[in-house]
Nanobody, 126 residues
Framework: VQLVESGGGSVQAGGSLRLSCGVS????????MAWFRQAPGKEREGVASIGGYTNTRYSEAVKGRFTVSKDRASYTLYLQMDNLKPEDTAIYYC?????????????????????WGQGTQVTVSS
């Protein structure tokens, strides 16, 4: 199983970026997937998750600014990030779970996900 992220970069505060994560080698296209991020000196935190194609959850830090989606045909996970803030600066990782079902508290926990991408850097300047 391979997850490959792209779309990171540098942007000024208030700007937008769109991250992509292509999945290969995994058959279940309804699998739970999520985006996590890790800033220097901080723990990895869950940002957004999607179960199937419509069951989405967001952390309070990004709710209303980020949108997670998934394309079935290409098996690609997206994260549209708008109104970016300097505190969004981090390495962003996509992740895929092998769990068939999740409780709400599990969807943004890193332990719920088995496969991870290599990460892509997002830097937001003020």
């Amino acid at each position: 199983v391979q997850l490959v992220e792209s779309g990171g970069g540098s942007v000024q505060a208030g700007g937008s970026l769109r991250l992509s994560c292509g999945v290969s080698g995994y058959a279940d296209r309804y699998a739970y997937m999520a985006w996590f991020r890790q800033a220097p000196g901080k723990e990895r935190e869950g940002v957004a998750s999607i179960g199937g194609y419509t069951n989405t959850r967001y952390s309070e830090a990004v709710k209303g600014r980020f949108t997670v989606s998934k394309d079935r045909a290409s098996y690609t996970l997206y994260l549209q990030m708008d109104n970016l803030k300097p505190e969004d600066t981090a390495i962003y990782y996509c992740a895929l779970s092998t769990m068939d079902t999740m409780l709400t508290f599990q969807v943004l926990q890193s332990t719920s996900y088995r496969y991870w991408g290599q990460g892509t850097q997002v830097t937001v300047s003020s």
